[in-house]
């Protein structure tokens, strides 16, 4: 993020920082309608999405996702330009971040970076490579929508005068070569492409792109709305299926074996607070002065591990440490922890304790 912020404040000049108020309405919203028209209206599940608006300038596109998508978070590539976009984003905007504050950017659970239009201001290759580093190895998001400037070149890249494409105190136009972005996010894990041609703006085509990130765990027998965050951490055997609202924190590593079944609503958690030291906020920002943004002295990373052939019930909750050998059954309901899965045994049966306990009736209630 320093690096970012630092190539940023001393590389660009002050007259090439530009804000999208410049820009006419008529054109921005055009240009905003054509999009989400290429890229946005490919998910059906937007209601289960949370974006991050990558240089939301005027707001006018965020100000469209916050009727569609579950958060809308937005951020821009300077210092200025934040500051403007809290003028336009903060009465519907989830929250307007500074990219350069070196966020723990998984607490966010960033589903998709948007970047419409402002990679054609960044000022050049470096500045766009190291932005891609942001987004692929620091925020990590299943899905990345941008759109470019393509160039037909045998460079990796080109650049068009201010003065020939936009108004005065705008940065220059980056052009970029589709095969050249294509591979950089190829190299970063996002293998699955969706690529269509828009306008071509006096000569320059746009190019509206959709990554998707190569997952490591099996998808094919997913139902609706699971989840797993840090799913580099989660690996998973041939034939395992997993059943609607699944989710999974794999920070700390989650191994599940082959031909295992999870049912609905299974909470998998490999992490877990310090709760020993009183002196540690348990939800301290990434300011704390105490553990100055490093979470993991305030956090426990302790694998999970489910064998093969294992049968996890409905809303049964997993938490760090636990290890649930092969062929086991855990019925519906039932808290797994690291203390009490020690006595598991290949093949066991474990249901939660249904003895019932009668509080009160309701003729006696006062």
């Known amino acids: ?15 090439h920082k530009h804000f999208v108020s410049e820009m006419s309405q008529e054109k921005k919203i055009r240009q905003v309608d054509s999009f989400i028209y290429n890229v946005l209206d490919r998910f059906d599940n937007k209601s289960d999405i949370t974006a991050l608006d990558w240089g939301c300038g005027g707001g006018l596109l965020s100000n ?27 009465g519907f905007a989830d929250g307007i971040i500074n990219p350069y504050n070196g966020h723990d950017w998984h607490r966010f659970n960033i589903d998709l970076i ?36 393509e160039i037909d070149s045998d460079k990796e890249c080109a650049s068009v005068e201010t003065a020939g494409y936009y108004k005065t105190g705008y940065l220059e136009g980056l052009l970029l070569r589709k095969d050249k972005v294509v591979s950089m996010f190829k190299s970063n894990g996002y293998s699955n492409v969706y690529h269509n041609v828009g306008e071509t703006q006096q000569g ?41 609202y699944f989710w999974c924190n794999a920070r700390g590593g989650v191994t599940i074996g082959q031909n295992t079944l999870i049912g609905p609503n299974v909470t998998i958690l490999s992490t877990n607070h310090v709760i020993k030291n009183i002196d540690i906020e348990q939800n301290a920002n990434d300011n704390n002065s105490w553990c100055k943004g490093d ?9 999970v591990t489910i064998g093969n052939d294992v049968w996890i019930g409905a809303g ?5 440490g636990s290890n649930i050998p092969d062929k ?25 304790d249904t003895k019932l306990r009668v509080l009160n009736t309701r003729a006696n209630i006062e």
């Open 328 to 352: 086991c059954v855990i019925g519906a309901g039932c808290v797994i922890t690291k203390s009490n899965s020690r006595g598991l045994k290949p093949g066991y049966i474990v249901v939660p």
């Open 64 to 90: 469209e996702m916050t009727r569609a998508f579950k958060k809308v978070y937005v951020t821009d590539i300077s210092d200025e330009s934040i500051k403007e976009a809290i003028k336009y984003c903060q």
């Open 114 to 149: 948007v970047a419409y239009a402002v990679i054609w201001h960044f000022p050049g290759l470096d500045f766009f490579k190291k932005t891609l580093d942001i987004w692929t190895n620091k925020i990590k998001p299943k899905h990345i929508a941008i759109q470019i400037k």
């Open 204 to 244: 320059v085509k746009l190019g509206y792109y959709l990554f998707t990130k190569k997952t490591s765990f099996n998808k094919g027998s997913m139902g609706q709305h699971c989840k797993v965050i840090y799913d580099e951490n989660f690996k998973c055997g041939k034939g395992s299926t997993y059943n609607d």
């Open 1 to 15: 993020m320093d690096r970012l912020k630092e190539f940023w404040d001393k590389e660009v000049s002050k007259e």
């Open 295 to 303: 979470s993991s002295k305030r956090v426990i990373f302790d694998p």
């Open 316 to 320: 049964v909750i997993i938490l760090s």
